[in-house]
């Protein structure tokens, strides 16, 4: 009798074929990697060339057929990143979860989906998974282009000790999503930085509505998909991923709505010819010491780019100052400045020198 694992594949030689190129793709890969992994040793500091001249490669291959080779080497792009910033594979990436949130795009669209994405509750998760170690990289958000500082990320700077490694910006925008009319929502849950950048919209559009905080918009938007009457403010994707009908599109209330988010590690970033430099410190409680500060920087011609002061916890009228400039810690000027800061000021974390992030689309 002929059973069926006797019988010859009907397609034996094409699978053989199929196997033999993909054993070929993954031995290539692996070489690609390893000699990304060793220019990035031999020459620290410098921005890796392959990033360049894979990004020319994929303009001149362009779309071909349904299946993108431009996809492919964005994909392999993405991996350089990982490459650079020095994550060894089995080494993971927190995020701030579930899946689909806005970190968790910010971190695809930073480390490719290639990356091994570790979701964790709270921003201090994140922060907690890269000072213990247990997690290579972290993604948190740090600024948005509407509602300002995220405050949990600043305050958590003044608690851990991570280094800030790398930026990425991320276009936001929000979407009203349920299962329900829009006439049925009587709660709608987001995160409150993302509730606040469409309070406008809300005001006008669902005045009656309960605004509920919760800790992350894909958090939301798992609620919405099990609970009537209840709306979340999320990506679109996380509505795909929880099967939600997109109630309103857009709902932020600036169109340009960015937010920036950090790379947080363990290990400081070489100077790429492009970065800023994040320090934190506190001031003697004494008129003009601010403005002393300030001086340091304009002797030196150094540009801000960011400062905000946040209250310190358990000190009542003290403050500690969240600055942002143009220019790499290891540099002659920068590390000048540095110095004459120090001695400024009651206390000053350098939070790290990195590639001054773009906006992804
Ligand atoms: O809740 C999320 O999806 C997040 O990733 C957090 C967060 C934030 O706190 O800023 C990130 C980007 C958006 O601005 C809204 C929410």
Same mark, same amino acid.
């Given at each position: 009798m002929n059973t069926s694992s006797d #019988?010859?594949? &009907?397609?034996g030689t094409a699978d053989d074929a199929l196997l033999e190129l993909d054993q070929r793709l993954l031995q290539l890969l692996t070489e690609r990697m390893e000699i990304c992994r060793q220019r990035q040793l031999d020459n620290?500091?410098?921005?890796?060339p392959q990033i360049e001249s894979l990004r020319e490669l994929a303009e001149e291959v362009g &779309?071909?057929?349904?299946?993108s080779p431009k996809r492919l080497m964005e994909w392999l792009m993405h991996g350089d990143n990982l490459c650079v910033h020095g994550t060894r594979p089995c080494q993971q990436i927190a995020f701030l979860?579930? /899946?689909?949130s806005y970190s968790y795009l910010a971190a695809v669209k930073f480390f490719g989906l290639g990356a091994d994405f570790v979701p964790v509750a709270t921003i201090s998760g994140a922060f907690a998974e890269v000072a213990g170690g247990h997690a290579g990289l972290g993604v948190v958000p740090i600024?948005?282009?509407? !509602?300002?500082?995220v405050v949990d990320t600043l305050g958590m700077f003044a608690k851990m000790p991570v280094e800030i490694c790398g930026e990425v910006l991320l276009p936001i925008h929000h979407f009203l999503l349920g299962r329900c009319a829009r006439t049925e929502i009587h709660e709608v849950h987001s995160k409150p930085q993302a509730l606040s950048q469409c309070r406008r919209w809300l005001a006008e559009h669902l005045p009656e509505a309960r605004l509920v905080e919760v800790s992350s918009t894909a958090t939301a938007a798992a609620t919405a998909a099990t609970e009537p009457g209840v709306a979340a403010i999320a990506s679109r994707e996380a509505g795909v991923h929880h099967g939600? #009908?997109? /109630?309103?599109?857009?709902?932020?209330?600036?169109? !340009?709505n960015v937010t920036r988010f950090a790379i947080i590690g363990n290990r400081p970033s070489p100077p790429t010819g492009r970065d800023k430099t994040s320090l934190m410190f506190q001031l003697e409680h004494r008129p003009g010491a601010l403005a002393d500060a300030m001086v340091t920087f304009q002797m030196a011609e150094v540009n801000l780019t960011w400062i905000e002061s946040f209250p310190l916890p358990n000190c009542p009228n003290e403050y500690l100052f969240f600055v942002e400039l143009e220019?790499? #810690? !290891?540099?002659p000027a920068i590390a000048q400045v540095l110095e004459k800061l120090k001695q400024q000021t009651l206390r000053l974390e350098l939070l790290g020198s990195y590639a001054r992030g773009v906006v992804v689309s």
């Open positions: #019988r010859p594949h &009907p397609h620290p500091g410098v921005v890796l &779309p071909v057929s349904h299946v979860g579930p /899946i689909y600024e948005n282009s509407t !509602d300002g500082r939600l #009908r997109v /109630i309103e599109a857009n709902v932020e209330d600036q169109k !340009d220019g790499h #810690r !290891d540099t």
